[in-house]
């Protein structure tokens, strides 16, 4: 049975790891719990074994989920730096946030973010009343905030019963027309972020009230293997008590024979006796071994169909991580793992790599002349056009907003111009009709060679690049852009 010591260090440990995935949390109180009945050390060292694999399992992808959101944080800050009819107020509160400590908790991430939420809704206050004044002169920034501020809700990560509760409040804000409104809807941002953690912290401490319940547990079972244990004893001890007076009485009687066949038969009668002592022992002791194993067989049973749910739920919360709501294709953060992978195999085979950035050519006017809804569907159906028409070796992601992103590995750059070409034309071919009116819809894109040198932030920037002169050009076009002697420097 494992020390108490040792269950205490346990249960600190699964503190600092609780609610990084719901399987393994419910994992941990079975985990405590059959630790405190475990009796043997080779049932504790298999139970150990166990509890390592299951840790195995924990995504252990935090870091690029904090530094992805960090990035977009930073993104956010510039962007807003950049509206110079702020007051000087927000201002500071921004220039504070881009020279203060990168956070490293996931709180200290949360606190950033509710931050940045208030700015915005500052500014947005700010700006709604100076629409007031200058409707014309305002109205690009607030749209500009307007789609900022559901960037920022993209990357809140609250509770699963206010997931969609956050994402109907990003559909009205994407479809509010009336500024002043935009306040009210970094309240309600704001609410939700307040409802989530307390929701947390109730859980947490449902989840230590149960830690203690199976700590409660945890002594009461070892009282009773305690008392079991000298019950064990005693009864042992009876039985050598009771063969210690037959052995005398048959000494006696050994002694008081007066023939053979005398003494036979009080050595047979001692033996029987003897075996019934002893069988009546073993007896019980395969009674209590059937009925632990029986119960160690139920609790496998169990443990075999818990485990294959939660396999199956994890597979299904992965994919769902992975994939964009709206296009139904690879999101960012699985852009980034993917881009990591051809990173690391570009170093070691040095085979040639290709990294394109599209975007959709005059998307803010679908949107102010057709709706939000009409460019969802622009999105969702060029996002789905793209993944079909790539081959089995690339891979497309929708990066942000209508940009997306598209690797190309083991591809020269030759072929790639002409792939790439091949995707714009297929776009350019497609038919939209919105208010019974056809629309052709077109796409630049920007592309590059990685090379060894390159880490992900440097590719991206080239192709970026390359997209921007592809705009600057008259868009409907792809461009290309290679790393220079310059760009190491």
């Known amino acids: 049975m494992a020390s108490l010591a040792l269950t205490s260090l346990l249960q600190q440990l699964f503190k600092r790891i609780y609610r990084q995935d719901k399987a393994f949390d419910k994992y941990q109180i079975r985990f405590l719990k059959k630790l405190q009945t475990t009796s ?241 022992q073993e007896k019980k002791k395969e009674q209590k071994f059937r009925h632990k194993f029986q119960g160690i067989v139920r609790q496998i049973k169990e443990l075999q169909s818990e485990t294959q749910s939660y396999q199956k739920t994890l597979k299904h919360q992965t994919k769902q991580l992975h994939v964009d709501f709206l296009t139904k294709i690879p999101n960012r953060a699985a852009w980034s793992e993917r881009l990591d992978i051809e990173i690391t195999r570009l170093k070691r085979y040095d085979n040639p790599l290709q990294m394109a950035v599209i975007d959709i050519d005059n998307f803010k006017s679908i949107n102010d002349n057709f709706g939000h809804l009409a460019g969802d569907k622009v999105l969702h159906a060029i996002a789905q056009t793209l993944q079909k028409s790539v081959r089995k070796t690339g891979y497309i992601a929708r990066f942000g907003g209508e940009e997306f992103a598209l690797l190309l590995p083991e591809i020269s750059q030759q072929k790639a111009q002409f792939v790439l070409n091949k995707l714009r034309d297929r776009i350019k071919a497609i038919t939209f009709r919105f208010k019974e009116e056809n629309l052709i819809i077109t796409i630049s894109v920007g592309f590059t060679t990685l090379v060894s040198s390159d880490d992900q932030d440097e590719a991206f920037e080239r192709a970026d690049a390359a997209l921007y002169q592809a705009k600057a050009e008259g868009k409907d076009r792809v461009i290309f852009i290679e790393k220079t002697a310059t760009d190491d420097e």
């Open 40 to 280: 043997t050390d080779e049932n504790e060292n298999d139970l150990f074994d166990e509890c390592v694999v299951q840790l195995a399992t924990l995504p252990n992808n935090l870091d690029d989920k904090l530094s992805e959101g960090r990035l977009i944080s930073r993104h956010s800050v510039t962007q807003l730096q950049q509206i110079d009819s702020l007051s000087d107020a927000i201002k500071g509160r921004l220039l504070e946030i881009q020279n203060g400590e990168i956070p490293y908790t996931i709180i200290e991430h949360q606190v950033e973010l509710k931050e940045l939420i208030k700015i915005y809704q500052r500014a947005v206050i700010e700006l709604s009343k100076r629409s007031m004044q200058s409707d014309d002169n305002n109205k690009g920034d607030v749209e500009f905030i307007n789609e900022e501020l559901q960037q920022v809700i993209l990357e809140l990560d609250v509770g699963e019963a206010y997931v969609k509760d956050l994402e109907k409040l990003r559909l009205s804000i994407n479809n509010e027309s009336d500024p002043f409104q935009l306040p009210h809807h970094c309240l309600q941002v704001i609410n939700l972020i307040i409802n989530s953690t307390r929701e947390e912290r109730s859980s947490s401490r449902h989840f230590l009230y149960t830690l203690n319940d199976s700590l409660t547990e945890f002594y009461l079972n070892f009282a009773k293997t305690l008392n079991a244990t000298e019950a064990g004893f005693t009864q042992q001890k009876d039985t050598f008590v009771s063969i210690e007076k037959s052995a005398k009485t048959l000494q006696q009687q050994s002694e008081e024979a007066q023939d053979i066949d005398s003494l036979r038969n009080y050595i047979t009668s001692y033996v029987s006796e003897v075996e019934n002592v002893i069988a009546e």
